[in-house]
């Protein structure tokens, strides 16, 4: 698989008004390609690691960072999120803080734009993630005008039309109804699949997140305390729970049977669950 896609080493993170380090000590190798979820409870640092890795803090929130991190091998702490255009794209947690433009058409066009690429380019990326996020009914519309899931949607999509080779999703659901999280899904591993596209996504929706992570990260108090495939992570039961993360519902009810001392494999994703309730 070559070099990782993301390097994190012993990372340190405090905003300029935090008293304490939020992020103490992390590290993290994303490999190129891969789909790497992060969990954990409200404050974790979740957010604050993903807006480290699009260059944000300190050049546009401000803050200390001490540790490495590099992107492509590019160091994004000396270099800051405008020399990471095209290469990192990040979905923010509040779509509102992302969707500025008139209408969701400029919307969409912007970032393509504002790397300079070609017109026809530009109109033909748009089209693309208008077909293939179902889009072309809010073209016309005006962004403010859309509901909560629909600016979400919005928001992400103007984000893919960057094809960037790294891309950061905080919380990409949240707000999106069954059908909007299936297209999500759908062009992101398209786009892992055919351009090798590295995804590190912060969730709370532990259904989704099995079904699609290639690896898991619990996060707790700014580190990260368990990593690995989602049914090595959802194996350690009493670990999980200490660290406040909700195993998946498939899981817990083989937890219970478990303690029952009924011992059957621990199901992850529902596939494997119809399996091991067949017997
Ligand atoms: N701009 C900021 N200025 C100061 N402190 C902040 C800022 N943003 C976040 N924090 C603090 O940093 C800590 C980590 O917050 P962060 O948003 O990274 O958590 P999270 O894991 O993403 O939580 P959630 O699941 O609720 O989104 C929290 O204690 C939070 O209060
Ligand atoms: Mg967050």
């Known amino acids: 698989m070559g070099s990782p896609a993301v390097v994190v080493k012993d990372l340190y993170v405090k ?8 992020l103490k000590g992390l590290s993290l190798n994303v490999n190129r390609g891969e789909m790497l979820i992060l969990m954990g409870p409200s404050g974790c640092g979740k957010s604050t690691l993903l807006y480290v890795i699009a260059g944000l803090i300190p050049w546009v929130v401000p803050g200390e960072v001490d540790g490495e991190v590099s992107v492509e091998g590019l160091n994004v702490t000396d270099l800051g999120y405008s020399k990471l255009a095209g290469v990192v794209g990040i979905v923010y947690q509040n779509p509102e803080m992302q969707v500025i433009t008139r209408s969701v058409k400029e919307e969409l066009a912007m970032v393509p734009e504002n790397l300079g690429l070609p017109k026809d380019e530009v109109v033909s990326r748009v089209e693309w993630v208008a077909d293939a996020l179902d889009l072309h009914r809010y073209l016309d519309r005006d962004p403010q005008s859309l509901s909560g899931g629909e600016k979400q949607l919005i928001a992400i999509a103007s984000v893919l039309t960057m094809k960037p080779r790294v891309l950061l999703l905080d919380e990409p659901t949240s707000m ?3 059908k909007g999280t299936s297209l999500v899904l759908e062009v992101v591993s398209q786009l892992k699949r055919e351009h090798g596209l590295t995804i590190i996504a912060a969730e709370h929706r532990v259904e989704w997140a099995v079904e699609v992570a290639d690896r898991i990260a619990v996060m707790h108090e700014g580190r990260i305390v368990l ?6 992570v959802f194996s350690r039961v009493d670990e999980i729970e200490k660290y406040g993360v909700r195993p998946p519902g498939v899981s817990e009810v083989v937890y219970c049977l478990r303690r029952k001392s009924i ?4 199901p992850v994703r529902l596939k494997e669950a119809v399996e091991v309730f067949r017997l």
């Open 227 to 232: 990593i690995g495939e989602p049914q090595d």
């Open 263 to 266: 011992e059957i494999p621990v």
């Open 176 to 178: 999106l109804d069954h």
């Open 15 to 22: 905003y300029a008004v935090s008293v304490e380090w939020i």
